[in-house]
């Protein structure tokens, strides 16, 4: 199924049911008075995350979506029937933003959660709401209310705790398919991943973690060059960036330093706050690198970058070295967790609600 993060749907709620003007006519009930009841309540349109959905695909043939028209009041006070609601369902990670007013109207992040888009139209007020003493033969109804109409731009942000960055080529979906079950395709060329893996790694019993791969980022990216900016913005719910860098590549004149560089000025214009997330480097394809020269190749790069955070050293084809980051990405995660709870118990704010 081909891979969709972003789409634009029109959503229209039902109107409302027009009240009725009627009077009671029974035999030997003269001026029986008015019975004319309410129209019934439009139908309202629903957004329902579901864990079962990976990409808005299913929105490529079916843009329009409507719920049903409240029925009209009768004659002895019989209420119209109410339309009934549709609920929409969009993958969890859905992001739901007004097209015309640029409002966020909702982030769809748990299974199940919902979202009223559309608010259906009020039913309409039948006559005998309007009679009175001095007014007892009212001729009077009203009208039911418009449903709400909106066009919605639907956003897809995976939900991952690691997120993988670096240039084509660079290994990261071999890397996927060495610590997880996903299976991206790898080839000796770039630009081989054209949409976002999820993989789940394991470390043991109840521990895992996600890890997303997005398409790899090039000079200019955050002007529109190659694929990865598009997908970008799947990073922004990870917890951990992980910086993959080809440590040995096979043009000798190309530099790794530079590339990080380069990545590192693109997430700046993309988004300063991702910049600042937590990220590793990541030294990668060592298997193409004499045993003997390895240590020296890493203690190299590490200097000349000046990097201050952790470092690995890795072969993501051969698998040396990722167990081990494996473990040491799930270790950081749960104390970023537990860091959440304990922030989340101490915070005053918390407390009084």
């Not at 956003?155 to 290994?171: F, S």
């Not at 937590?278 to 003997?292: F, G, Y």
Request: net charge negative; hydrophobic share 40%; aromatic share 6%.
């Amino acid at each position: 199924m081909k891979f969709v993060d972003e789409v634009t749907i029109k959503v229209a709620a039902g109107d409302g049911g027009n009240g009725c003007v009627s009077f009671r006519r029974e035999k030997f009930v003269p001026r029986g008075g008015p019975d004319g009841g309410d129209g019934g309540d439009g139908g309202s349109v629903w957004l329902e995350a579901d864990e079962g959905l990976n990409t808005l695909a299913d929105f490529r043939h079916t843009r329009s979506f409507a719920a049903q028209r409240g029925e009209n009041g009768m004659g002895r006070q019989m209420y119209g029937k109410g339309g009934d609601s549709i609920t929409v369902r969009v993958p969890v990670g859905t992001v739901v933003t007004d097209v015309d007013t640029g409002e966020q109207l909702g982030d769809l992040t748990r299974h199940g959660q919902r979202l009223l888009v559309a608010r259906g139209g009020k039913g309409g007020l039948g006559n005998v709401h309007f009679k009175s003493s001095v007014n007892r033969a009212p001729r009077r109804a009203t009208p039911g209310t418009p449903g709400e109409r909106r066009e919605l731009r639907l956003e897809l942000k995976v939900l991952a705790d690691v997120g993988l960055l670096g240039m084509p080529n660079a290994g990261k979906s071999t890397f996927i398919r060495a610590v997880s079950s996903a299976r991206p395709k790898v080839a000796d060329y770039p630009f081989t991943t054209l949409y976002p893996n999820l993989g789940v790694v394991s470390v043991g019993l109840n521990r895992s973690f996600v890890v997303a791969d997005i398409p790899g980022l090039i000079e200019g990216a955050s002007e529109g060059a190659g694929l990865g900016i598009r997908f970008l913005k799947h990073l922004a719910r990870t917890r951990l960036l992980l910086h993959l860098v080809d440590a040995a590549p096979l043009d000798p004149d190309h530099d790794p330093v530079r590339d990080v560089r380069v990545l590192e000025d693109e997430l700046v214009k993309f988004d300063p706050e991702l910049a600042q997330r937590e990220r590793w480097l990541v030294l990668n394809k060592l298997d193409l690198l004499p045993a003997d020269a390895r240590e020296a190749r890493v203690a190299e790069l590490v200097e000349r970058l000046g990097w201050q955070g952790p470092v690995f050293a890795i072969s993501a084809l051969s698998g040396e070295g990722t167990v081990q980051l494996s473990q040491q990405i799930m270790n950081a995660l749960e104390r970023m967790r537990e860091q959440d709870t304990a922030d989340a118990v101490g915070d005053p704010e918390q407390d009084e609600q």
